[in-house]
């Protein structure tokens, strides 16, 4: 038992290591289809878990076929659910391909994605363009003329720029970023607002030479970095993809490596567990929901956002963002204490990201199974909250099930000792 045990300890100390020690470094934006690996143009890829298409419900199964729509599969809704049905349009996962999905987490063949590696580890990671303000929204569930519109102004006019200004710029490094955004009230998950304008301050210079240039998109593009807090957010995932995929299939390690929903229910990865989803029913939820809405509308349709939580950041880091008391509910008394508490559950502080609030310590960071089951303590995700009609309504807390934890230590028993 001693030297099982001992092993574990090694391991988490090695995933830890390489949480901490990653450099994730914006490097590119290019469409999913010329750079995601495996990524056909029939192919539509959704958040959480991997489930079969008749599976997939509500707004995340919406999502599927507005991305059919959206990347021209299809003429109509009844076509693309034909296809789909017939397996001539694909449904994949988001993590089998490197990607991170924010809610229903659609990614279609000619979707800019931001290209993230990690200079540590030589991972990649990808995540797709933030669609803008507006709660009805492709990752939300919702397909209509207006998502559309936006989802090509987002590609053809936003994108570009930023592309141009990148590689005009050189690779922009992440995580001083998110370390300076750490200690101006962002905790980089549901509050991205310093992160939006560091990252944009980066690419100042270059914006100001394609505007001498004449270039009339690059105000256009400032307008859609600026517009609310949530712009980073998508960089944001991506450099944690990047971060924890670094962490992945260390031999005896039980911390995590990825949390996920999709409309069917919550999972977890462990590192010493290899690809294997330990699935539970959806989470539990405080919400504080839009004006206008109640609780009775909210509806789960996916999320790999909480790659930030895995990390150290998100709730993990909640108590930088005080602000998020007035957008997801709660009192700044209670972040404190959530985020103090979540240090009995994983290996250590991470040695960049740290909390002002509390004395500048690192951020808890490595989630481990068996001191959650040990503890009774689980993760404190922050999150935005779907509507059954789709779109955002709200936004919140939540803690995943219980269930999850339990199958995955149980699964790790099994494979390492019963007695660890």
């Excluded at 509500?58 to 076929?65: L, S």
């Excluded at 100042?204 to 105000?219: C, E």
């Excluded at 789709?390 to 999850?404: D, N």
Aim: glycine share 10%; hydrophobic share 40%.
């Amino acid at each position: 038992m001693q030297r099982a045990l001992s092993k574990r300890l090694e391991a988490n100390k090695l995933a830890f290591e390489r949480l901490t020690e990653a450099e994730p470094v914006l490097i590119d934006i290019r469409r999913a289809g010329e750079v995601v690996p495996g990524f056909s143009a029939n192919m539509i890829l959704t958040s959480g878990a991997p489930t079969p298409w008749p599976d997939y419900t509500g707004g995340q199964r919406e999502g599927i076929i507005g991305g059919a729509l959206f990347e021209d599969l299809a003429k109509d809704r009844d076509e693309a659910i034909a296809k789909l049905d017939a397996g001539e349009i694909k449904v994949g996962a988001c993590h089998d391909y490197g990607c991170i999905g924010s809610l229903a987490g659609i990614y279609s063949a000619s979707m800019p994605v931001f290209v993230v590696e990690n200079r540590a580890s030589g991972g990649v990671a990808y995540c797709n363009i933030y669609e803008g303000k507006n709660p009805r929204r492709l990752n939300y569930g919702v397909y209509d003329e207006g998502v559309r519109e936006r989802l090509l102004f987002v590609q053809n006019e936003v994108v570009p720029v930023i592309a141009d200004a990148l590689r005009d710029n050189g690779p922009i490094p992440l995580k001083p970023i998110i370390r300076r955004a750490l200690g101006m009230g962002d905790e980089l998950h549901s509050r991205n607002s310093a992160a939006s304008l560091l990252f944009m301050r980066e690419l100042v210079p270059s914006f100001l030479s394609l505007a001498a240039s004449g270039d009339g998109r690059v105000s256009r593009a400032v307008e859609a970095m600026t517009e609310d807090h949530y712009f980073f957010l998508r960089l944001s995932m991506a450099a944690a993809k990047a971060t924890a995929d670094a962490a992945r299939d260390i031999e005896a390690s039980s911390v995590l490596t990825a949390m996920a929903f999709n409309c069917r229910g919550f999972a977890i990865r462990v590192s010493g567990l290899g690809d294997t989803w330990f699935r539970g029913p959806h989470a539990h939820v405080e919400a504080k929901l839009f004006e206008g809405h109640t609780e009775d509308e909210i509806s789960w349709m996916g999320g790999e956002s909480p790659i930030a939580e895995t990390v150290g950041l998100g709730g993990f880091a909640q108590a930088c963002a005080p602000t998020l008391q007035d957008y997801q509910g709660g009192s700044y008394e209670t972040m404190l204490q959530r985020n103090t508490e979540l240090y009995a559950i994983t290996v250590g502080e991470h040695p960049t990201y740290l909390i002002p609030p509390l004395g500048f310590r690192g951020s808890p960071t490595g989630i481990d199974i068996f001191k959650v089951l040990e503890i009774g303590t689980l993760p404190v995700l922050d999150i935005g909250i779907a509507g059954r009609d789709g779109g955002q309504i709200g936004a919140g807390v939540v803690r995943p099930p219980l269930e999850c934890f339990e199958a995955a230590a149980e699964a790790y028993r099994r494979r390492y000792s019963d007695d660890a």
